[in-house]
């Protein structure tokens, strides 16, 4: 983009150049006319001065015919059109005058003037400081063909100027035609590179399905089994731990199901500062579901380590496509251990960075593979097996980091991955305190908007707990009749897609227009739905939540409303 913006200037800087030429060239004419005017102004006091010098003897002997003489000598000076001697009563002794000019009747001393294209300079004839005539010079400022190559020339100049002007603006059109192409170009590669990214990601998510698909089983099993035992015992010790066991499910579900989303996700590259180990930490479920049962992952974490900006989505597509790299590395299983720790300056031989290390005890990689693992498509997998896009996006997002990555293997030794993370002097941002329900005092009027009867009925419950009455509707325009007949309506808790024409944003957007004081809060478990609301503003609660979530996003929104 750069370079473009530089072609599109220069056609500008060079047409903007053009200009000052012309002006300077315009310039410089009426500087040299004023120059001339001056200089012939010098010349022709010059001339008149050495004139009355030379006739102070014929005017002191009334010698008339050695007057004529010295001023006939002027009669071949192109410039002179007049000269004349005057005694010094001023009456005419001798001159002569080109045709169409005419000599003064009474000579008279007076300042240089000019008339029209002439000059006229006039000068005292002495002798011993003794006034006995003067002396009458009319000269042109300049003779017709010196004038004619003077405008000629800057003709000349405005004619090449104009020149330069034109075919500069040939070139801008060129250029900007050029410039569009290039644009043009930028952006589809920019989209490409978005769509490699996108099928990165696809990659890595094909190889978790299976596994995925099976800790969802299972976590489905401990909630089914533990509601069929709640209803078996009345043992308040063992109901409480069935109970717990089903939240843990729950839980472990939730947070499986965000990683996926967020995995997932279509988003722009987006830097932030974050704590490695903790991200890393909060991978464990999706590590684990990538893994077969003889693969063991351990976990070697610097407590201090020093924060890093990237894009945390693709930092973990990054450790997951070489999680899975090093786990198809060992068909008979082994051990996949992940290190991180600070590098300090010293140390790098550079900057202060952090390490990031995954190791596996695999076949290791043949040391004329190795400089071509990271190319696009590259893989020595079978048929089916992979694209060899993992370790390619591994490498666009180390650079993307500014960081460096190294390569350690050896055939039957097991292979080691190195990421060089240049440490930032940010601070991540302090984690959130987990919100505490709070029941409200005082019963207030909800308004559920959710078309799923199951979800709607756990939801209302929680309603219910935090002090509100409700009623429930199914669809948004549903919703937009309830609240035109219910002026009491204090709360507005709807789902974002749901079946009709509008959406659960645009119920937010036609209660902002309508009732503008009344707070609203969509949930939703869809997460391009989730980036929309986002990008408005608008309150947000991610499936599944607890009702400590719900409790925090109603006070949030009632405070936001009410400023």
Do not use: C
Request: glycine share 8%.
């Amino acid at each position: 983009m750069r370079l473009a913006r530089r072609l599109t200037a220069s056609p500008l800087v060079a047409l903007l150049i053009a200009v000052a030429l012309m002006t300077a060239a315009l310039g410089l004419a009426i500087q040299n006319d004023r120059y001339g005017k001056a200089e012939r102004l010098r010349q022709a006091s010059v001339q008149a001065q050495i004139l009355a010098s030379s006739l102070a003897a014929p005017l002191a002997f009334d010698d008339d015919e050695a007057t004529r003489e010295y001023l006939n000598a002027f009669r071949n000076d192109p410039t002179i059109q007049a000269a004349a001697a005057y005694d010094t009563n001023g009456h005419l002794v001798a001159g002569f005058a080109q045709p169409g000019t005419t000599l003064p009747t009474v000579g008279r001393l007076s300042a240089p003037s000019l008339q029209g294209r002439d000059l006229i300079v006039t000068a005292a004839v002495a002798q011993n400081d003794t006034r006995i005539g003067s002396v009458y010079l009319r000269s042109l400022i300049e003779t017709g063909l010196r004038r004619a190559l003077r405008y000629l020339g800057i003709a000349l100049i405005v004619i090449f100027a104009s020149l330069l002007v034109a075919l500069l603006g040939a070139a801008y059109a060129s250029l900007s035609h050029s410039h569009a192409q290039l644009k043009n170009e930028i952006d589809n590669r920019q989209k490409a590179e978005a769509a490699l990214r996108q099928a990165q990601k696809m990659e890595a998510m094909g190889q978790l399905t299976g596994g995925v698909a099976h800790d969802f089983n299972n976590l489905l099993m401990v909630a089914s089994s533990g509601l069929e035992l709640l209803e078996r015992t009345n043992d308040p010790d063992k109901r409480e731990r069935l109970k717990t066991g089903i939240r843990q499910a729950v839980d472990r579900g939730a947070k499986l199901t965000q990683q996926l989303l967020t995995f997932a996700r279509r988003s722009p590259l987006h830097p932030e500062v974050i704590d490695l180990a903790e991200r890393i930490r909060g991978m464990d479920t999706l590590l684990d579901r990538s893994l077969r049962e003889n693969v063991v992952m351990t976990f070697d974490l610097a407590p201090d380590l020093w924060p890093v900006e990237v894009d945390a989505s693709q930092l973990e597509v990054a450790v997951l496509n070489m999680a899975l790299n090093a786990r198809d590395a060992m068909p008979d299983g082994g051990t996949i251990t992940i290190t991180a720790r600070n590098q300090p300056r010293g140390e790098s031989g550079g900057d202060d960075r952090v390490l990031l290390e995954i190791a596996d005890t695999g076949i290791g990689i043949a040391e004329d593979k190795i400089a071509a693992i990271f190319e696009p498509f590259f893989t020595t997998k079978g048929v089916g097996q992979g694209t060899g896009l993992g370790l390619s996006q591994v490498y666009g997002f180390v650079q993307s980091s500014g960081g460096d990555i190294q390569v350690a293997s050896e055939p039957g030794h097991g292979t080691a991955m190195r990421i060089l993370l240049p440490r930032t002097a940010k601070s991540p941002p302090p984690a959130a305190a987990p919100p505490v329900a709070k029941r409200i005092t005082g019963r207030r009027r909800a308004l559920l908007v959710e078309d799923d009867e199951a979800v709607a009925g756990m939801v209302g419950g929680m309603l219910d707990e935090l002090g509100f009455d409700h009623d429930h509707v199914s669809s948004a325009d549903r919703a937009l009749e309830r609240l035109g007949a219910d002026a009491q309506v204090e709360l507005v808790l709807s789902d974002m897609v749901m079946p009709g024409a509008m959406s659960g944003l645009d119920l937010v957007r036609a209660i902002s227009r309508q009732w503008p004081a009344l707070p609203v809060v969509l949930m939703t478990g869809y997460s391009a739905a989730a980036a929309s609301a986002a990008s408005e503003g608008v309150r947000l609660l991610l499936k599944p939540y607890r009702i400590e979530d719900l409790a925090a996003e109603i006070e949030a929104a009632a405070k936001g409303s009410a400023s």
